[in-house]
């Protein structure tokens, strides 16, 4: 069955703190990988795609890495409006699209 | 232009109502996606659009009816609905559907009373 795993659950940082999410997934066929950042009561925004293992894309503070087996998004010398849930997601070769129960970041000023 | 627009922002309904929840697009995105998110829980999908027809429905229940007038709008008829209905309601689009990422709309906060 396929599935996405996102840790930690929770994350907290000390501003410039810089650290790792980690998104772990098992499926039959992957399309893509997909981050986004989701902010309280709001849609998620889109960050990244990702298709196969060895790509890395990068935007501001942020950095996306895929391997066969897991993506991590790297978050470097964070800020506090970087606070918010970060969720991943995979694409399978049947078009099905799996969400990862996110890891929620606070960045402490 | 990324925008997905969602109408309305919040609404209350009680069992017996019939509402719709609307969706716009003007990306020229030809897929397009219902996603329903309870507190603290990821995205859960219900229903894709592709070109204007139903490709995926993931067994959501009967008093959920989408539809796609046109490939820049989509609607969430809304039927009978029980209290664990409550959710965020997010809709998506993309380009298509293998691979492109999908942008979303702000939500919809639905409550059933």
């Known amino acids: 069955e396929d599935q996405v795993t996102q840790s930690p659950e929770a994350l907290r940082l000390q501003e410039g703190e810089s650290s790792s999410l980690n998104c772990s997934y098992t499926?039959?066929?992957?399309?893509?990988l997909f981050w986004y950042r989701q902010d309280p009561g709001k849609g998620p925004e889109f960050l990244f795609t990702l298709y196969s293992a060895g790509e890395e894309k990068e935007k501001e503070r942020l950095k996306a890495t895929l391997t066969k087996k897991e993506s991590f998004l790297h978050i470097t010398a964070p800020k506090p409006e970087d606070s918010a849930t970060y969720l991943c997601?995979?694409?399978?070769?049947?078009?099905?699209?799996?969400f990862g129960t996110g890891t929620s970041l606070t960045v402490i000023p | 232009d990324t925008e997905v627009t969602q109408t309305p922002k919040h609404l209350v309904m009680g069992m017996t109502n019939k509402k719709s929840l609307k969706c716009e697009q003007h990306?020229?995105?030809?897929?397009m996606y219902w996603y329903k998110q309870k507190a603290k829980k990821p995205p859960e999908l219900m229903f894709v659009?592709?070109?204007?027809?139903?490709?995926i429905n993931e067994s959501v229940p009967s008093r959920f009816s989408p539809e796609c007038p046109n490939s820049s709008l989509l609607n969430l008829h809304l039927h009978a609905l029980q209290p664990e209905d409550s959710a965020l309601y997010l809709c998506?689009?993309?380009?298509?559907?293998?691979?492109?990422?999908?942008?979303f709309g702000p939500g919809t906060r639905l409550t059933v009373t």
């Open positions: 990306m020229g995105h030809r897929a």
């Open positions: 499926v039959s066929g992957l399309r893509g």
């Open positions: 659009y592709s070109y204007e027809k139903l490709s």
């Open positions: 997601a995979v694409q399978n070769t049947g078009n099905q699209f799996y």
């Open positions: 998506a689009s993309s380009q298509g559907q293998v691979p492109y990422e999908q942008y």
